[in-house]
């Protein structure tokens, strides 16, 4: 038994993926200058939900598949904004 935990320890050591510093703080610079940039421009930095995404707890995706979902989740986005525009003027038109 105490070879098998031993065992099972040394392969999750070896398969579970390390945390990369550099590329963390890579990351937060990144998120940081794109916040100040959007604030100098007087839009708003809101986080995308990637909670809505359904991916499994601990799923790790590529750079690829990031970049992809996050561009849908901006879309889908935008279009929700768009649409709650479009009711708003609808609504100040029947109104007014």
Known sequence: MKAIL???GRLEQRFVPQHDLEAQR???????????????SG???????WGSLGLPPGTWLSVSE????????V??????REE?????????????
């Open 75 to 80: 879309w889908k986005r935008n279009r929700e």
């Open 6 to 8: 031993r065992r099972v």
């Open 66 to 73: 990031t970049l992809r979902l996050g561009r849908q989740l």
């Open 43 to 49: 839009e708003v930095d809101e986080p995308l939900d």
């Open 26 to 40: 890579s990351s937060d610079l990144l998120r940081e200058r794109r916040r100040r940039r959007l604030e100098a």
């Open 84 to 96: 709650r525009a479009r009711q708003a003027a609808t609504s100040t038109r029947r109104a007014g």
